[in-house]
């Protein structure tokens, strides 16, 4: 089974995450909890309403204010990276954190490195899945490479110079 990192340490990913089907195919879901394409999901909303083994995942294109209004209850979303170099998820995550107020899991998937992990938990991601080649046991002092930040984010509210006044 695949891992997922989560700040409490490594776990087992349960989760699936399925592909848009192609044209002509219907949807075919795993057996146990399922990651769906965000517009697949929001054309079959009614089928899986109440369910709480069903989450999404946007990838870098996809505009997340689209599904604002429909995300709250979902208990995990997941942004996908293509590439190290697209950074585009990282404005994914902050604008579903703070703009929309999601307060499930979020997972980065994809082309997830050791050495952004720091930066993708300052954005509001609390799950990591990382690239396949990359060696988990070093996420957790990736996680916490930096002892303090100067910038404002997600996970600190307020600047150094901010803190360090009061």
């Known amino acids: 089974m695949p891992e997922l990192i989560r700040h409490d340490g490594i776990h087992n ?23 769906l394409p965000a517009a697949v999901w929001k054309e079959n909303m009614d089928r899986f309403a109440g369910r709480n083994d069903i989450g999404i995942w946007f990838d870098s294109h996809e505009e997340p204010e689209v599904y604002a209004d429909l995300i709250g209850d979902l208990p995990v979303i997941a942004v996908n990276f293509p590439k190290f170099t697209d950074g585009r998820g990282y404005s994914i995550a902050r604008l579903l954190r703070e703009r929309y107020g999601y307060e499930g899991e979020l997972r980065a998937v994809g082309d997830v490195l050791l050495d952004q992990l720091f930066y993708m938990k300052r954005c509001g991601f609390n799950a990591y899945a990382l690239r396949e080649d990359k060696d988990s046991a070093h996420a957790e002092y990736c996680l916490n490479v930096f002892s303090n930040a100067y910038q404002a984010a997600v996970d600190t509210e307020q600047p150094l110079f901010r803190r360090r006044a009061s």
């Open 13 to 35: 990913d349960e989760w699936t995450l399925v592909s848009k089907p192609e044209e002509g195919q219907d949807l075919s879901l795993p057996d146990g909890p399922a990651l």
